[in-house]
Every structure is written in C-alpha cells, then in structure tokens.
C-alpha cells in the first residue's frame, strides 16, 4: 500500500474515531480517550528503537517529562499554541535521545538501557532543582475553556493527539518499508555482521534514538494542559516506562501493529481497571502480562496470530506440528 | 557555602562509610551483570524485599536485621536460582536475552515495587537496634553506628564473596564460565548449573544490602529506583566483575555523593550516579579495575 493512501485510510478513521467520541455525548470519553491515544504514540515511539533495532528503552517516562515540561518552561514564558510547543517538546527530547544515544551507543546494548533507566532519575532531579518550572512543588497550567473551531478544549486536545497517533504509525510504517527500516532489522538480528558488510550501525542507531525520542517528547507536550497541574513525580512515573515497554511487546514488535494493538488493549483496559477496580492494581496487571508475554508468547499477539494463520499442512510432520520459529536445539 | 576543613574531612570520611553500604548493594551486580553478563535490573527490587523481610521479622520477633538477613540468605540463595532458571529456560536458551530478558527483569522490577505498594501502602518503615541512634567520636570525626555497622559487615561480605570467587572449586568454575563455557563443558561441568548457582548468590547478597537499607534509612516500596543509577554506576566504574574495584568505586562514589551534599545540597546527589556513569562510558567504559 501506498503511503498517501495508506495516511488516507487512517485520517478516515480518525475522523470516524472524533465522530464517534462526539456522538457518545460524554467528555469523558475524550479524557480517557486521550490517555488510550497518548499511549498509542508512546509506544509506537518506543518500538521505533526497540522493536525495530532491538534497543531497550527503560527511559520513556523521562522523554515524555521532557516534551511536557519544555512546555511549562515556555507556557511561564508565553502560552504558544499548543501545535508550536509539540515540535518544541519534540525537538528538546530528540536532542537528550541523540546526545545520550552518543554516549552510550557504541558500547554493549546494556549500557544504553542501564543509562535510560537512571536518566528518569536524573532528569526528575534537575525539574525538582529547576523553581522555574515550579521544583518540586509542581507547576499550574491554565487550560482555556473553549477554543474557536471545535468548541470544548479537551475535545481539542484529544484531536490533536489523535492526529499525532496516525503521525506517528504513519511514521513508524514509513520507517519500516524504506531502507532506514531493513538498516535497523540487520542492527537488531546481527550487529556485528551488519557493521562488518558496511551498515553504519551507529548512525542508524543515532537516528532511531532521536527520532523515537523525539515522538516521545511530542506525546509530552500537550499532557500539562490535559493534567492541569504538571507534578515531577508523577510525570516521570514508572507507569510511562512500563507501559510502553509492555504494549508493543504484548502486541507484538516487529511491525506498527504491534504498539497499536498492544496499546489500544492495554490502554482501554487500564483506564477500565482504574475506575473499577484501583490504579495499583491495574499498574501489578499490565507488570503480570509482560513478564507472561515475553515468557510464552516472545512475538505477541500479532505473532500468535500470525502463527495461527500461517498453519499450512506441510507444518505437520507425523501429528507433531513443527515449529518453523523454533531456533536450532543448542549445542 | 563557607568552606571548611572539618566540614570536608566529615563528608569525605561518611562518603567512605557509605561507600562500604554501597558496595555491599552492588556486589550482587558486579556477580550477575559483570560476571554472568545478565542484566538483572530487579536487583535493587530484591534488596527492598529483603529490606521488608528485615523489617517484618524485626518487628514481630525483635530479632537483629543482620541476623535476620543473614537467616534468610537461603530463600534468597533459592529465590535466585529460581529466577534464572526461568530466564535460562525462556530467554538465554532461545538468545533473546537483549530485548525481551530485559523486559522480564523491568517486570520483576516493577511487579516487586507494586506488591509492596499493595500490602506495606508507602509509608516509610523502619527497624529497631541498638547501634541505631549513638555515634563513635574520634577527633572531631562523627561517625554515626548505624552506618559504620553495615559499612563493616558489608567489607566483611565483600571479602567472603571474593575468597569463595578465587580459592573454591564452585568460585573458580564461577570464573570461568564468565569466559568459557564451552571449555566448562569439556572439564564436565554443566555451565548451566554454575550459572545458576551464581546468580543465586547474587540475590543472597540482596537479602544483607536489604537489611543495611533499612538500618540506614527508612524504606519504602520505590526507594530501589535510586539504586539503579548508583548500582550500574558502581559495578561498570569499578571495571565489570571486580569485586575490590566494585568497593573502590563504591567508596569513591560515596565520597562524591557526600561532597555534592555537603556542599551543594542534598537534593542534587541522586544526579551524581548519573554523570558519573556516562563519564564512566565515555571515557574508560573497562572501569577503573576492567579485564
């Protein structure tokens, strides 16, 4: 499929998806809505380095903090439109990807998530020092009633995120069709054989960086005007980390399917599990399903189904069916 | 600020004493991480285990945390095994160990803290002892016991780990499988085994870093997460599996993390891991004592 027509088929369904949401006559809808779609993008952002190459990203809640607070840094300034401080939010977490993916990407695989887990931590300490953006005692965002066009300003956040969500698929597919794409599977299945027959694995590497974090820092950016007061704690949460670790590979990480399935279920189960039942409890869920899935299901969901279909008779010998994923018995 | 060289002597000298905490938290790492090459990102998860294990025994028994923790080594040492059992089975057997066992260990981390969250709620808790609370004056040194104490069992620990590294059979085949595996199998050793063994050991020396936790500070569920930063830092500036360059960078973090306080404030310190980590990568990423 085309990409012009493919970005068509997906603004058709997001317009059905705006449509719907207005014709459900709750803003509730958009509230939960907008957390299902943010994290759509986060983690379609997060498989962009670590489905497709094979990074792991433990820092996702320090990117997202990033996009949200560059925009508490220039709201304090000026309140921009909120378009203007998504390419902003997004400039500033792409250069932290590039610049920490310089450090530490050349070095072992580990090095670079170990620096993504303790950068949360950073970043958390320098907000809390910053009193500009309001230190540890959190920053107010006045959010506007109304905004011309669509009427209710959460209506409008939730289209603006819902646009984002098909940027970012639109993106994530792009990528994984164009040479980028074939460049980042040779990184992730052999690094070594990719370096050695001339692939510049750093500069692919630097690029996937930047480009998820960048993604990361967008999703951030609209998220004080929908919280209405930014707090460091809870902006740089774990939740963030965990969720968009645990959607794409629930859902599976090797297309743009993947995240989107694994976030729209784990997204709409969660804000469903937060009203009913407890958010800890809903956070232990999502923890218990990504430590199953990576366990028994490596290539989630869209593996399972992939599998499923792809049962051909030649599959079977005797009345064992042969696993053709299954790797060579070890040595 | 004003400076002073009493001020500067105390920071460098309580940087030193939980430097010897520090390493005591690490060394399970430098076992998992630096020898093993598994990432176990939960350990700071098992060491808050252990710490609530300190703390349920303290409180309803009265028993002494270390005593505690040192009782309880077994289950940890099984706990341990168990786990990479699962991680050999699903993750190192299969060579997914880069993505998705890192994932599995983000897991542990996460389903550990949310447990805890569930049953203890965040309230800090702490244990009773009686080296918590008085203090040794030397000079116009001030060294508080409840510190000094773990810092001394913690090299204690350090020293027992490195002998049964370097003079046991088990110890020595910990080694080697670091480099060889193959070679192990050849000597009919099943590298699987020493692995697991190993990394047992890793998770029994979460149960006393656990216990030092909480004699040190009060603990709650999501105190670990500042452990990662200075865990990883530790074992990959004392170069990766060195037990004595663990403790070196340990003492040597510990002393900066002192002065930043000291001098700048408590509140920066828990960026002082960070910088000194990517420093670490960026300019000697074999660490100070590194193969």
Redesign the interface.
Known sequence: MRTPLFLLIWFVIAAAVFAGAIAFGNDYVFFAGYVVLQYVVLSTAWNIL?GYC?Y?N?GSAAFFALGAYSTVAIYKFYPLPIPLLLVFGGAVSGLVGLG?GY??LR?R???F???T???A??M???V??WDYVGGSRGAYIIRPEEIAPIGNYIRYLFLIMLLLAVAAITTARLIEHSRLGYGFATIRDDELAAEASGVPTLRLKLIATTISGALMGMAGAPFPYYIGYLQPSSTFG?EY??NS??MP?IGG?TSWVGPLIGAILLGSLQQIATVTISS??N??I???L??GF??VA?NGIVGLVHKYLQRKPDDFVGRRRVDPDA?EP?P | MIFSFDLLINAVVSGILIGGFYAAVTCGVSISFGILDIVNIAHPAFIILGSYVAYIVNTTFGLDPILTAIIVTPLFYALGAGIYQVYYVSFEKRGQESLRGLAFFFGLLFITEVSLVLYFGVDYRYVDAAYIGPSVHVGGLDMPLRILVPCLVSLLLIAVLQFILKHTFIGRAIMAVAQDHFALRLMAIDPVRIKRIAFGISIATASLAGAFLIIIQPVEPSVGREYIGRIFAICVLGGMGSLPGTVIAAMLLGIVESLTSTFYGPSWAPAVSFGLLLLTLAVRPSGLMGR
Do not use: D, Y
């Open positions: 670590g094979g792991v433990f920490m450090l530490t070095l695989g580990a090095f998530a170990i620096a887990l303790a950068l931590v950073v958390e300490t320098l809390v020092n774990l980390a965990v670790i645990a590979l990480t800890a409890v956070l232990l999502v923890g218990c990504l430590v990576v366990i490596p790797p070890a």
